[in-house]
């Protein structure tokens, strides 16, 4: 029962972070836009930056960038936690301690170099 509450926190902080960085970036990025508008000189590419975060958000949002905000967020979260969830399922957990395939390749290597018989039967080549 532990492994399920440690994978639930862990899928929910996964989903919680994966959804919120989406959302982070545009409003930062679109907040410095909508900032750098009001300096002089260069207050027209505040607003042509600006024009072009609203409109990439439109296309995703079917005409409302709110929308594409989030549903961009929502995708990200949904990647963040299936790759919480793969992640999950590939470390080992302190019941079950199986080696990785690193592990498994390094204890091959160390055995064969350890054996006694030779690896070819020519006596020169050893």
């Known amino acids: 029962m532990k492994i399920f509450s440690a994978f639930t926190r862990s899928l929910l902080l996964a989903a919680l972070a994966s959804f919120l960085a989406p959302i982070v970036l545009f409003g930062t990025v679109?907040?410095?836009m909508q900032l750098w508008a009001y300096l002089p000189g260069?207050?027209?590419l505040g607003l042509a930056g600006n024009?072009?975060?609203?409109g990439f958000l439109t296309v995703f949002g079917s005409g409302?960038?709110?929308?594409?905000?989030?549903?961009?967020?929502?995708v990200c979260a949904l990647v963040g936690?299936?790759?919480d969830t793969y992640a999950f399922y590939n470390?080992?957990?302190?019941?079950n301690?199986?080696?990785?395939?690193?592990?498994r390749t390094m204890h091959v290597?160390?055995?064969?170099?350890?054996?006694?018989?030779?690896?070819?039967?020519?006596?020169?080549?050893?």
């Open 51 to 54: 024009h072009h975060i609203t």
């Open 109 to 126: 290597q160390l055995s064969a170099k350890t054996e006694s018989t030779p690896l070819c039967s020519h006596q020169g080549l050893q």
């Open 97 to 103: 301690n199986y080696p990785s395939a690193i592990d």
């Open 42 to 44: 260069v207050g027209g």
């Open 81 to 83: 936690t299936l790759f």
């Open 64 to 74: 409302s960038p709110l929308a594409g905000m989030l549903i961009i967020a929502m």
């Open 30 to 32: 679109w907040l410095g």
């Open 91 to 95: 470390a080992p957990t302190q019941k």
